[in-house]
T-cell receptor, first 116, second 109 residues
Framework: GAVVSQHPSRVICKSGTSVKIECRSL??????MFWYRQFPKQSLMLMATSNEGSKATYEQGVEKDKFLINHASLTLSTLTVTSAHPEDSSFYIC????????????FGPGTRLTVL | RKEVEQDPGPFNVPEGATVAFNCTYS??????FFWYRQDCRKEPKLLMS???SGNEDGRFTAQLNRASQYISLLIRDSKLSDSATYLC??????????FGAGTRLTVKP
């Protein structure tokens, strides 16, 4: 149990376009979902935390108007990178809490975004 | 000071070796602790939780010292498949997880 999926797994887009990434908990209800970003050879950095039905809480330095997060249901959260630029190219990983182990986050497989 | 600090690595060891990773954390209110493993270009996967009494899972042993705010991971009899980046993760509260930068391990034949 506790499977989290992400879609797409890889996306290449032109600068200035918007990209939406979906994160789904497949076999449990995720009370909280998290979005992370990981640049090459660096650790995961938390971008934001979202609870179903409420506004996301963004980490310091993360622009909420650029990284739009929607958590419309207990099994789905979306991250939209608006007006993407090459510096937004990164590995975006979501995770979900609320699965079998109370204090554990279950990670999605990640989405690799390349902005040309 | 970073919230979670790990050995910088990389560690290059032969098969069969024993290798130890260390991690320190700054938030004394941290409540739970984990080691995650991350393979190249993949998401992190939970390796094991770390308990105050120390815990073992096969070749892997994790230790926690709350007084020193220190966590360790010991891998015995290293396998080629153990090659990965090992992330120390600290959970303060409400699932606020903080990740170390990771330590890369390469096990060679």
């Amino acid at each position: 149990g506790a499977v989290v999926s992400q879609h797409p797994s890889r996306v290449i887009c032109k600068s200035g376009t918007s990209v939406k990434i979906e994160c789904r908990s497949l076999d449990f209800q995720a009370t909280t979902m998290f979005w992370y970003r990981q640049f090459p050879k660096q650790s995961l950095m938390l971008m934001a935390t979202s609870n179903e039905g409420s506004k996301a809480t963004y980490e310091q330095g993360v622009e909420k108007d650029k990284f739009l997060i929607n958590h419309a249901s207990l099994t789905l959260s979306t991250l939209t990178v608006t007006s993407a630029h090459p510096e937004d190219s990164s590995f975006y990983i979501c995770s979900a809490a609320g699965g079998p182990a109370a204090d554990t986050q279950y990670f999605g497989p990640g989405t690799r975004l390349t902005v040309l | 000071r970073k919230e979670v600090e790990q050995d910088p690595g990389p560690f290059n060891v032969p098969e069969g070796a024993t290798v130890a990773f260390n991690c320190t954390y700054s938030n004394s209110a941290s409540q739970s602790f984990f080691w995650y493993r991350q393979d190249c270009r993949k998401e992190p996967k939970l390796l094991m939780s770390v308990y105050s009494s120390g815990n073992e899972d096969g070749r892997f042993t994790a230790q926690l010292n709350r007084a020193s705010q220190y966590i360790s991971l010991l891998i015995r009899d290293s396998k080629l498949s153990d090659s990965a980046t090992y992330l120390c993760v600290v959970n303060t509260r409400n699932n606020d997880m903080r990740f170390g930068a990771g330590t890369r391990l390469t096990v060679k034949p």
